[in-house]
């Protein structure tokens, strides 16, 4: 049995003095989508307490019937495979799903399982439509099941850090706010009948190749994963937006539909002024630590803090009265101080732990989510609106507010 646990539930660096309670009934969990993260999902869930695996599926039978086998083989672990998504939620017992499919196919996965009393962690990013935001908003409210969405960057060492500058006023108030998420990844086009990642060329030749999603959508709506960690630094959200976009083709892959290069321009409920830019397809230098693809920087009235732009670098902090002759140089990474040992065999850094622990810890706890589904869907929609703006002529639109109030009943819509 194993001894890994997946939890936030005491200090994990001090197990002899406040070790967790025994798990007494582990998530029972079912896996939907077998791609590439999905790997990351089977290797929480059968080494770590909190989890039991119970069954994969994935529209591909010949991807379920692998999966399911490498399960057994490698991890003794018996699984039942499924093509069809609604028949596993009527066959199995669950208490979870992980949904890890095209953005634009998640939520209404995710709303089919919370109506069936089921929880749910999901992929970034969320959703391509403000429809899904308001469908997934309303359906855990009127459920009152858990949904986490599972953009890890959140919480990572160096936003901790920058969360705490902000709310202690070190910097002043943040007037302007940057983000920049350049991955080069053009294998990331297409995928063979098997879910493997091929370039264009190779497409080309292959009859049963199919796009993915990344070539369905445009690179801006991947804006989420840069958005979730810097509007939880500032504590924040976005009310105002509008995009721009290079030429639609891609210049290099020209029978790729979406632009090169997207960026959105954003005012926040805090009076922020956000600038924040997305690309997959052009290269471009690596970035110094938190990540390769992640910048970020952040002026306030008093000062400013500033991500590493290339290897080697540190992060910056600059205050005006601290009467300093340049920035210091603080080596602020993706990695935690208070980190358990088990967060250290996680992806990212160390951080997909923290995705599975909060998780974890509010199915079986009823411990409250930090990133819940107004925080998620406050990421998702300045991104499907920033789209939209492009779409539109670069015109500014006006975010919902999607918290319930005056303005609207939990479980209705606005």
Not at 15 to 36: F, H, Q, Y
Not at 151 to 170: F, L, P
Not at 271 to 293: K, N, Y
Request: with cysteine.
């Amino acid at each position: 049995m194993t001894t890994k646990r997946a939890t936030m539930r005491g200090n994990r660096n001090y197990p002899s003095m406040l070790d967790p309670d025994p798990v007494e009934k582990p998530i029972r969990l079912g896996l939907v989508g077998l791609g590439r993260r999905s790997r990351n999902v089977t290797m929480f869930t059968t080494q770590y307490a909190e989890y039991k695996l119970t069954a994969v599926c994935d529209l591909r039978p010949e991807l379920v019937q692998k999966v399911a086998a490498t399960l057994d083989q490698e991890n003794n672990l018996k699984v039942r495979g499924y093509t069809d998504f609604d028949q596993m939620l009527k066959s199995e017992e669950l208490d979870a799903v992980a949904i890890l499919v095209d953005p634009d196919r998640q939520v209404p996965l995710t709303c089919r399982a919370l109506e069936a009393g089921i929880h749910v962690m999901a992929e970034v990013p969320l959703c391509y439509s403000i429809e899904d935001c308001w469908q997934l908003v309303t359906t855990v409210e009127r459920t009152g099941k858990i949904f986490l969405l599972m953009e890890q960057a959140r919480y990572g060492g160096i936003h901790r850090a920058w969360r705490r500058i902000v709310q202690k006023g070190v910097i002043g108030r943040p007037l302007f706010v940057e983000g920049e998420y350049f991955h080069y990844i053009p294998v990331m086009f297409y995928q063979d009948r098997l879910g493997r990642y091929i370039l264009p060329e190779q497409a080309k030749n292959d009859p049963q190749a199919r796009p993915t999603w990344r070539h369905r959508r445009p690179s801006i709506g991947y804006l989420p994963h840069e958005l979730s960690p810097l509007l939880y630094v500032l504590d924040d959200r976005v009310t105002r937006v509008t995009g721009m976009s290079t030429r639609k083709s891609r210049y290099e892959y020209p029978q790729i539909e979406h632009a090169d290069f997207q960026a959105a321009l954003m005012h926040t409920e805090k009076d922020a002024v956000l600038r924040m830019a997305t690309a997959f397809s052009v290269p471009h230098s690596p970035r110094g630590e938190p990540g390769i693809c992640h910048w970020y920087h952040i002026k306030g009235t008093e000062g400013a803090l500033e991500a590493p732009r290339a290897p080697g670098e540190k992060s910056k902090l600059w205050v005006e009265d601290w009467h300093l002759t340049e920035p210091l140089h603080v080596p602020w990474t993706y990695r935690r101080n208070d980190a358990p040992p088990e967060a250290g065999e996680s992806g990212h850094g160390g951080l997909d732990y923290y995705v599975f622990a909060h998780f974890a810890d509010a199915v079986l706890y009823g411990d409250p989510l930090e990133f819940d589904v107004y925080r998620a869907v406050e990421t998702a929609a300045p991104a499907v609106l920033a789209a939209r703006s492009i779409e539109e002529d670069n015109r500014p639109i006006d975010v919902p507010d999607f918290r319930p109030g005056p303005h609207r009943k939990p479980g209705q819509r606005a």
